[in-house]
């Protein structure tokens, strides 16, 4: 219950205080994350800076937008004059749009919770890129990497809270490579819910299905991926990216009702309770008033 009170209440102190291990192992399970998916109010406070943060990934996600409609017509306008060349060009465009985009969303999902835990996951970071570098034929080297991964990244969870995302999908990502494919699903499952945009996330449940050998399943998870640089002459990626804006957008007015919604229920509270405060406060000097009558009425009753 307190950490379900924690996660409400948007705390920023570790949740890890004073319970025991079983207790924090309960908040990282792919239970607890399916009991907070299934009610909306479960989402923290949205904070001022929350909300700054929420309106530059829209910012990101609205300039990308127009980008890919740029280079969608450049590409068209292109394709009537050089019918050789122009794919070349064109696919340099759209890598280069595709490597900014990622670059600048991956910058804005680091920060959520402040430099010192974008620089944690930069170490954790810096672990998989040895695990991808390193000979996987070492299986202890290999392994001892992922276990480092994976605890640095629970403690990483217990510090803040489940809706930073980041270190979920790389919670996900190790499990994968652990083989442990369900738990990786369903942690991609849950990023997916607080930020359906997430790119990463979407290409690694392609790659989770593909190992489940589920095809529908993989077939399901691409069709929702960031659309092929020429899939249907980028009018795909363009509706894809316009889906994701009008997704960020409704969920940040969603947000926004929700926290007016609770700031109006606690100062609800707080003036009840003053009411409440005041009128007990009253009612004491009342008594006290009345005390002292009486005493004064004993003091006259020799007359």
């Known amino acids: 219950i307190r950490q379900k009170l924690e ?17 924090v192992q309960f908040v990282l399970t792919p239970q607890y994350l399916q009991c907070l998916s299934k009610s909306k109010e479960s989402s923290p406070l949205l904070t001022s800076i929350a909300r700054l943060r929420r309106e530059s990934e829209i910012k990101i996600l609205a300039k990308s937008h127009e980008e890919t409609k740029l280079a969608t017509t ?11 060349d122009h794919y ?60 480092l991964a994976e605890d640095r990244l629970h403690a990483l969870i217990n510090d803040h809270d489940p809706f930073w995302v980041e270190p979920l999908h790389r919670l996900s990502m190790v499990y994968y490579l652990q083989g442990r494919l ?26 989770i299905a593909e190992a ?6 993989a077939i399901q998870w691409a069709s929702r991926r960031l659309p092929n640089v020429y899939s249907n002459g980028g009018h795909r990626r363009i509706a894809w990216f316009q889906g994701a804006l009008q997704q960020a957008r409704t969920m940040l007015a969603e947000d926004e009702e929700r926290t007016q919604r ?18 007990s406060l009253n009612d004491d000097k009342q008594q006290q008033r009345n005390s ?12």
Request: net charge negative.
């Open 7 to 23: 996660v409400v209440c948007s705390t920023s102190h570790s949740i890890t205080d004073n319970m025991t291990d079983e207790t």
């Open 74 to 84: 450049l590409q068209n306008l292109m394709s009537q004059y050089s019918e050789e």
């Open 88 to 147: 070349s060009s064109d696919n340099m465009n759209y890598n280069r749009i595709h490597d900014s985009l990622l670059e600048r969303l991956q910058n804005s999902w680091n920060l959520e919770r402040g430099s010192n835990a974008a620089k944690e996951l930069e170490i954790i970071n810096k672990y998989l890129q040895r695990y991808h570098d390193g000979d996987e034929s070492n299986d202890i080297s290999n392994n001892s990497l992922l276990k």
């Open 182 to 207: 369900e738990e990786a699903q369903q942690f991609e499952e849950w990023v997916l819910s607080v930020k359906p945009w997430h790119i990463p996330a979407l290409s690694n449940l392609v790659r």
């Open 212 to 217: 489940q050998k589920n095809a529908p399943l």
């Open 262 to 279: 609770r700031r109006d229920i606690m100062l609800l509270s707080l003036n009840n309770n003053n009411l409440f405060n005041n009128k």
């Open 292 to 303: 002292r009558f009486e005493k004064n009425d004993k003091d006259l009753s020799w007359q």
